[in-house]
């Protein structure tokens, strides 16, 4: 009586086992940390997005981002050439294993260019992000002014 237990014990943890790793994949191995859409001007037709991705996973590039925002979205680096800061767009990022891709306000970020129209603060962006190993992940970025909301109020003054 006892062994027959012990069996189907291990047998249920077996069958639980397999669950966890079939449903494995499944798991974002990408996922973004904080991440905003600068609030531009509404003459400004561009404007650009800032994110950082974590990577659980194999390493990749990020190569593409797609968005129904504008007309094109692309990826930029910042260059310094002879003291004058250019930006240059790439053909992708690469996003180590287990590591971070940091897309900020001083170099690699995402031009989105061609806004269907103006964008307000508050308003949530998605754009869709494309992988060199087919992978994609959608992500919802809102509009700021700046990727610290609670530092600019702290230094918001009014006279």
Not at 85 to 101: A, C, I, N, W, Y
Not at 138 to 148: C, H, T
């Amino acid at each position: 009586m006892e062994c027959m237990t012990l069996k189907s014990i291990f047998k249920h943890m077996f069958n639980f086992g397999l669950v966890g790793l079939l449903s494995m994949p499944a798991m974002a191995e990408i996922i973004v940390k904080d991440g905003f859409v600068r609030a531009m001007p509404p003459s400004s037709p561009n404007t650009a997005a800032y994110f950082t991705l974590e990577n659980h996973g194999p390493s990749t590039e990020l190569i593409a981002v797609e968005t129904n925002i504008a007309k094109e979205a692309q990826l930029h680096t910042l260059l310094t050439e002879n003291d004058i800061v250019k930006m240059r767009q790439v053909e992708g990022f690469d996003l180590p294993s287990h590591g971070t891709l940091k897309l900020g306000e001083q170099g690699d970020h995402v031009m989105l260019l061609g806004l269907a129209s103006p964008l307000a603060e508050g308003n949530m962006v998605t754009l869709l992000l494309k992988f060199k190993d087919g992978q994609t992940l959608e992500i919802k970025l809102p509009v700021a002014k700046s990727g610290n909301a609670q530092a600019d109020e702290h230094h918001h003054h009014h006279h």
